[in-house]
């Protein structure tokens, strides 16, 4: 079991290139734009261009695990991410920039998958697989604040000329110290070597998802124009046929990409819409928060940024925390851990304004970063939980991705709902009146999500028999 955790820790490697490279940008982004002479439009590209070549390769990626194997992928994916980020830290120009993180991204894309794969694989018991997961939650928590305070040290610093080229270039070290352990000590998963790879699967799903999230993130802050809502239409009209086209290769026999039978099982469903709502809330509001920390309540971006680290403190905390209460309650920790937030955004509403006194700010991220902490592990768990080998791989792509498409669904949405009630002239009362319908929604997902939990079998988080 010590060389199983050995095994644990090599793939969290990847894990946290993974979201490390999500969030370090976003505090460079002054000084990247003035070194490399990018429009605003050009720098929103690059920033999305992460996201978008990630979101709409999981499924990808999940799948390559299945036919060619898990390690194989895991490592390619680790040579090509660290290839990126060279010619992301050696970038002269925007356009540059924009393919070497998009790059990044896909390359992202073949490695996530294979981390949530292979904790299925390597922890088939309940106990030991919860603990898996709190080490997986804890990753994200770390991944998020080692992104932003990296991403702030390296661009701070004086001795370099162009300072902010070290956030890519340290992906290098770490990079290779995960593919020198993973050729050490992993050992490849059983693939089915019989079955070959749809290619043609890949072409349609990777245009279909590649439209439909270029679309999403142009419309973050400009709204829906003509072209993004035709893009968008043509996007469903790509996915449409595309399921089409997997299900007569499936009743034919032939090389498929997504394997139907994934939608067969209750638990997988369930942990898919707990995800997503999940995820529409999540993301949304750390959108909506830095908007109105800095525009309405006029907080310098250093001093937001210190307190949004305070959520991934309590995040870190309660991921290592929050696996001896399932362990201990099952289900009934997880319905705790929701309810916990509602609560924590509910005191939000009451007392963030203009005259909260700094220290609650950081309690009440704190409290709600240990929320999200004890919740986001255990959806992972429900939804591959009882799920076959050979269908491991599908599920962890196509979990992923519903998990990244709700995320840019959440900050469009829900940011266009927080603009709409800010008005064209703003004040600090309109910012609070904004953020309370954003965070309301917000508690709908949650509600949604909660409902879903309350679904799923008491055996799939059953409590441990001490």
Known sequence: MKCNYLKLFVILFGQLLTIMDI?????SIPSIQ?????????????????????????????RMGDVYGRKKIFILGLIFFMVSSIACGISQGAIQLMISRLVQGISAALMAPQVLSM???LFTKHQQRTKAMGWYGITIGIGTIAGQFLGGYFSSLTAFEEPWR???????????????????ILVESKVNTKESFDVGGVVLLSMGLFSITYALTASEKDGFSIQSIVLIVI?????IYF?????LKLKNKKSYLVDFELFHYKNFNLGIIAVSFFFIMLDSYFYILSLFFQDGLKMSPLSAG???????????????????????YGKKALLAGLGFIVLVLILQIIFFNSDTEFYLFYVLLFLHGAGVGS???SLANIALSGMPEKLIGNASGVYNTFQQIAAIIGIVAVGSVFYYFLGDKPLVEHYHTAFTIAILINIICLIIVLAAIFKVPDHVLPKSRR
């Open 243 to 247: 399921i089409k086209n997997q299900q």
């Open 34 to 62: 003035r070194d490399i002479q990018a429009s605003n439009g050009e720098m929103q590209l690059m920033i999305a261009a992460y996201l978008i070549g990630f979101a709409s390769f999981l499924i990808t990626g999940g």
């Open 306 to 328: 210190e307190i949004i680290v305070f959520q991934g403190f309590g995040f870190i905390l309660a991921s290592a925390f929050s696996v001896k209460l399932i362990l201990k």
């Open 23 to 27: 969030f370090i940008i976003n505090v």
């Open 166 to 184: 070290l956030i890519f270039l340290i992906n290098i070290p770490i990079g290779l110290i995960a593919i020198i352990f993973s050729l050490w």
């Open 119 to 121: 904790i299925q694989i």
């Open 375 to 377: 919740v986001i592990p």
């Open 235 to 239: 996007s469903i009209c790509i996915l």
